[in-house]
């Protein structure tokens, strides 16, 4: 084994210990939560309810901002247990893909886009986790209507078919309505819950829902026919999003295609063929051009995104 192979295994072992103190400094300090077999393993509930960004006030500075959309991006993406989970995480990817090529190339430039598209990784993935998780939740959203309704037409109150809708269902809306059923059984109100899940879960179909709920419970009316016409109009607009992503299923394939062409291709010359990189790296002129185009790639990337979510 040569000294580079040695020094790179070194690395990466050194950053999944410090990963490994810093996680466990973070379960040291945290409160410690009892058990709750309502919940799969790694989702423990806890008597006292924790707060989270769902819970703030929106906030008016620039970093603030950033701060609850990076805690709500995790969050909702619901695949780990805290924001400080996911930092660390986002810190290792960037760690080991950035000081991974700079062992390997010996260029500073080089390990600085490393890094950075080391630490876009973990954000792409939660992205696409929670636009997946967001997606299985309006595809249920009829089922879970429905289901409201024939509670509440065999005489169960809001509470009560709510706690029949997180016994019965599965996956993330399953676990949304157990933590509403929970919180009632403790004595938060109806209108706090019901907040509280609009904000958890942020679909048009679901804060509808929230707000129907608390409004029949104020001024009364018949709950369960509008439920089933609710249902109806959910099932409308699934199929109608369903047609809108087959229609332009190839459009987003070759869009997702051109933003992974530059990325691709600028690996392909540096493990191959990084004597036409040199340039780059050696010229000023080359390596401003070479920063901005991550930066560019990088918004880009962004922007893609941020499209192919508005429409799925």
């Known amino acids: 084994m040569g000294a580079n192979q040695t020094i790179l295994i070194a690395f990466g072992s050194i950053s999944f210990l410090v ?3 810093g996680l466990a ?3 040291l300090l945290s409160p410690r939560r009892p058990s709750d077999s309502s919940l799969p393993a790694g989702r423990r509930g806890s008597i006292r309810r924790q707060k989270t960004v769902f819970d703030q006030k929106p906030a008016t500075t620039f970093f603030g901002k950033v701060d609850q959309g990076f805690d709500r991006l995790v969050l909702e993406a619901d695949s780990v247990d805290s924001p400080q989970a996911a930092f660390l995480l986002i810190l290792l990817s960037g760690l080991l893909v950035g000081g991974g090529l700079w062992m390997y190339s010996n260029e500073v430039l080089a390990a600085i886009a490393g890094g950075l598209l080391g630490m876009m990784l973990p ?3 939660f992205s696409i986790q929670r636009t997946r998780r967001f997606r299985e939740i309006r595809e249920q959203m009829p089922h879970v209507l429905d ?3 024939r509670a509440c037409r065999a005489g ?3 509470e009560q078919a709510i706690q029949l809708v ?8 399953g676990r949304e309505f157990r933590r509403c059923g929970r919180e009632l059984e403790l004595g938060r109100s109806f209108g706090e819950v ?6 958890r879960v942020r679909t048009m179909d679901m804060r509808i829902l929230t707000t129907t709920l608390v409004v029949q419970r104020r001024t009364g009316g018949s709950l369960p026919d509008t439920l089933e016409r609710m249902s109806g109009v959910v099932r409308d607009r699934i199929n109608a999003q369903r047609q809108m992503r087959a229609s332009t299923g190839a459009g987003r394939a070759s869009t997702m295609l051109v933003t992974m062409i530059a990325p691709l291709a600028y690996l392909f010359m540096f493990v191959f063929h990084r004597e036409h990189l040199a340039n780059l790296y050696q010229d000023p002129i080359g390596r401003v051009m070479l920063v901005m185009a991550v930066i560019l790639e990088i918004i880009g990337i962004v922007w893609v995104m941020t499209l192919l979510r508005q429409v799925d």
């Open 194 to 199: 019901m907040r509280s899940l609009g904000n």
């Open 166 to 173: 997180g016994d019965e269902m599965d996956g993330a809306i």
């Open 147 to 149: 289901m409201l309704s």
């Open 19 to 21: 990963v490994a103190l």
């Open 156 to 158: 169960q109150n809001s």
């Open 123 to 125: 954000l792409i993935t």
């Open 25 to 27: 400094v973070r379960d």
